[in-house]
């Protein structure tokens, strides 16, 4: 009987302790990259909504403060805004006119929502697999607590 009792004991251990090593931790990573994603798509309709400004202005220059990191500000001039550079990754940076950097933008909104479907739905796949990890832990847990007899008819 305490063979039984150990043996169920280990398997226990092993489902908590894939639960927390592997599961969780993927979850976490899953959810991280996509609170990356929405931080980036916030990114972009912010420079949606800037390069609107500029048009609705209809203003040749701009005096503008730039983050140049840690939250330190300088003013900035720009004497033509008629092009913009945007950040296309890897450190790249592209010249548009606002016409063709909205355009960007709305194509980089619609991939980064897409991604994040993707990660929402890998999320809920690990949450589900955490959850039927769980239940099979419950019926560990009830299968030990059976008389010995009752257990035998079980397997």
């Known amino acids: 009987m305490t063979s039984g009792n150990n043996s169920s004991n280990e398997k226990v251990l092993q489902y908590e302790t894939f639960i927390n090593e592997v599961l969780k931790r993927d979850l976490q990573s899953v959810l991280e990259q996509r609170d990356g994603v929405y931080e980036k798509i916030a990114q972009y309709l912010q420079l949606k909504n800037t390069?609107?400004?500029?048009?609705?202005?209809?203003?040749k220059e701009l005096k503008t403060d730039v983050d140049?990191?840690?939250h330190f500000y300088v003013q900035a001039h720009v004497p033509d805004t008629s092009k913009i550079y945007v950040a296309?990754?890897?450190?790249?940076?592209?010249?548009?006119?606002?016409?063709?950097?909205?355009?960007?933008?709305e194509k980089k909104l619609n991939q980064l929502t897409e991604y994040t479907e993707v990660l929402t739905k890998d999320a809920a796949k690990i949450k589900a697999n955490i959850r039927m990890v769980l239940e099979g832990l419950r019926e560990?847990?009830?299968?030990?607590?059976?008389?010995?007899?009752s257990r035998r008819e079980v397997f």
Request: hydrophobic share 40%; aromatic share 12%.
């Open 68 to 70: 140049i990191g840690c």
């Open 140 to 149: 560990l847990q009830s299968l030990k607590d059976l008389p010995e007899t």
């Open 51 to 59: 390069i609107k400004s500029i048009q609705e202005a209809d203003s």
């Open 88 to 105: 296309v990754g890897y450190g790249f940076f592209v010249e548009f006119t606002h016409s063709e950097a909205l355009k960007f933008i």
